[in-house]
């Protein structure tokens, strides 16, 4: 597992488990709960969707600037200040 896979995995937990800890705080019961658990995991899913689409999106753009550097002759170097 990557760490995007990772962070993936976290943003999609922490809708799904606010939603249940909502649900569950403010005493729903079974309905109350499933209905929260619902709303949780779709709401996640589109979080992890967006990071997802996101995480694509700038792979293929440092992949494409690292072959247009190496065209050039150039090396890619990432500094991490």
Excluded: N, P, Q
């Amino acid at each position: 597992m990557t760490l995007i896979e990772l962070l993936i995995a976290i943003c999609f937990i922490l809708a799904v488990g606010s939603a249940y800890g909502s649900a569950s705080h403010l005493k729903l019961g079974f309905f109350g709960h499933a209905l929260a658990s619902v709303i949780g995991i779709l709401i996640g899913l589109g979080f992890a969707w967006a990071m997802w689409a996101s995480v694509s999106k700038l792979v293929k753009l440092i992949d494409r600037v690292a072959v247009a550097m190496k065209a050039l002759g150039k090396r890619l170097e990432i500094r991490v200040v």
